[in-house]
């Protein structure tokens, strides 16, 4: 059965960076497509960047461009999203999830992991 974790994130500081990781088991790793969305408190929530299958196209919601990168190791998979220059409003519960591209809908996504929270904050 697909399965998705998240890890990585934490305090840090306006500037810093994180890398967060997404480790599936259950499938083939470079089956599906990764995404990464995140929610804040009281919004809704938002799609960050997606990876697909082969790691040779990514995308990246305007808010994050230029400061998060995310890439896969799918010999060891794990998807990872490095997040640079972080931004008090980047606070948020960060979540993984899975489908066969990218360009699906949001509500394709599935295999959610149970979320990783990231707090930017002096």
């Known amino acids: 059965q697909l399965q998705l974790v998240e890890s990585g994130g934490g305090l840090v500081q306006p500037g810093g960076s994180l890398r967060l990781s997404c480790a599936a088991s259950?499938?083939?790793?470079?089956?599906?497509?990764i995404g990464w969305f995140r929610q804040a408190p009281g919004k809704e929530r938002e799609g960050v960047s997606c990876?697909?299958?082969?790691?040779?196209?990514?995308n990246y919601a305007d808010s994050v461009k230029g400061r998060f990168t995310v890439s896969r190791d799918n010999a060891k998979n794990t998807v990872y999203l490095q997040m640079n220059s972080l931004k008090p409003e980047d606070t948020a519960v960060y979540y993984c999830?899975?489908?066969?591209?990218?360009?699906?809908?949001?509500?394709?996504?599935?295999?959610w992991g149970q979320g990783t929270q990231v707090t930017v904050s002096s």
């Open positions: 999830a899975a489908s066969l591209t990218c360009l699906d809908p949001v509500d394709d996504f599935g295999a």
């Open positions: 259950g499938f083939t790793s470079d089956y599906y497509a």
């Open positions: 990876i697909s299958r082969s790691g040779g196209s990514t």
